[in-house]
C-alpha cells in the first residue's frame, strides 16, 4: 500500500514520527498525521484545511494540550502532577523525570535500535482508510487529501472530534475536499 503514497503523503507519514517526538508522545495518533499533513503549506489538503478555518499552530496546540486533559483527570483523583515532579527531582535532582534522549536498546541475541514511535490503532486505521478513500475517487494514488479524508471518515473519528472543538466542521472538509479532487480529475 505504501508503494501507492505521493512523495507528499510519504513525507507526512514520516513526519508524523517526528511530530509526536517533538510533543514528547509515546505514540503517533492520526493528530500527529494531520499536524504533519499541516506541514505541506502548498498542498491541497492544508489550502481547504485553512480556508475552513484550521490553522496549522492552533490544531498543535489543540494537540499538545491532550496532555494537560491527563494532568486534570490524575488532579481529579488526588495526584498532583507538580508535586510529584518535585519530589522526584529533590531525590533525584533537576530534570529527573526528563526524557533523556538517548536511544533505548532491547535486550537479547538481536540488539537493535528502539527510537521509533509506534502507531496507534487509530491512525493504523486512518491510513488504511486513505486506500478506499482513494480508490473510491478511482484514484491510483494516494494522496495528503486522501489521509485527510480518512481522518476524518466520521464524525466520531479522533481527528474530527478534534476539529469540531475547533470549529470546522468535518462534514465541510469531507466536501471540500472531495470537490476539489473532483475538479482536478
Do not use: C, N, W, Y
Amino acid at each position: 500500500m505504501f508503494e501507492r503514497f505521493t512523495s507528499e503523503a510519504r513525507t507526512a507519514v514520516v513526519h508524523a514520527q517526528e511530530v509526536a517526538r517533538r510533543l514528547s508522545h509515546d505514540r503517533i495518533g492520526p493528530e500527529h498525521l494531520m499536524l504533519a499533513v499541516l506541514e505541506d503549506e502548498t498542498g491541497l489538503a492544508t489550502r481547504v484545511l485553512t480556508e475552513l478555518g484550521l490553522g496549522r499552530g492552533t490544531f498543535e496546540r489543540h494537540v499538545a494540550s491532550l496532555g494537560i486533559a491527563d494532568a486534570d483527570a490524575l488532579r481529579s483523583i488526588g495526584i498532583d502532577l507538580d508535586a510529584v515532579r518535585q519530589q522526584a527531582e529533590s531525590s533525584f535532582g533537576p530534570g529527573a523525570l526528563d526524557d533523556s534522549g538517548r536511544t533505548r536498546r532491547r535486550r537479547g541475541i538481536l540488539r537493535r535500535r528502539v527510537d521509533h514511535i509506534p502507531f496507534t490503532a487509530p491512525a493504523k486505521k486512518a491510513l488504511e482508510l486513505s486506500l478506499r478513500h482513494a480508490l473510491a475517487l478511482g484514484h491510483k494514488h494516494i494522496g495528503t487529501e486522501h489521509l485527510v479524508l480518512a481522518m476524518v471518515h466520521d464524525d466520531g473519528a479522533p481527528v474530527a472530534r478534534a476539529l469540531l472543538r475547533l470549529g470546522v466542521a468535518p462534514d465541510a472538509v469531507r466536501t471540500r475536499l472531495r470537490a476539489e479532487l473532483g475538479r482536478a480529475a
